[in-house]
């Protein structure tokens, strides 16, 4: 997994770009950014992108990385994507009025395991 696996998507691409700008992609965005970029990317490399927000430090960065790690989030779905954009002035996603924009699951093929994850808990809420 890579940096150009994750610039598949266009949302991705748009919040790296971003961050290489020194821009403030929001708490949002660089929840978004770890929840998806920790399966395609070290946690060195994800510590590293996350810091290049104009306002967050590293400590920051590694306890955000710890807490998505820790919690073992999937990335999120578009329509929650879209729910914590309207919360910040940074738009996470770059062209929201395209049904298909931002839709990470459609755009990167993820590990196994973030599949079998999210199977996992829709069988143990519809149980």
């Avoid at 700008?21 to 978004?32: F, K, W």
Wanted: glycine content about 4%; charged content about 30%.
């Amino acid at each position: 997994m890579s940096i150009e696996a994750l610039r598949k998507s266009s949302m991705m691409a748009h919040l790296l770009d971003a961050l290489e700008a020194g821009e403030d992609i929001g708490h949002y965005g660089r929840l978004t950014l770890a929840m998806i970029a920790r399966h395609f990317i070290s946690e060195a490399e994800l510590i590293e992108y996350l810091q290049k927000d104009s306002d967050f430090s590293e400590t920051e960065a590694k306890a955000l990385v710890q807490q998505v790690q820790g919690k073992d989030y999937n990335p999120p779905k578009r329509d929650r994507i879209l729910e914590w954009q309207s919360q910040q002035e940074f738009p996470i996603c770059p062209n929201p009025d395209d049904p298909d924009a931002c839709n990470v699951y459609r755009d990167l093929q993820f590990p196994d395991e973030v599949y079998e994850h999210i199977s996992s808990y829709h069988e143990q809420k519809a149980g």
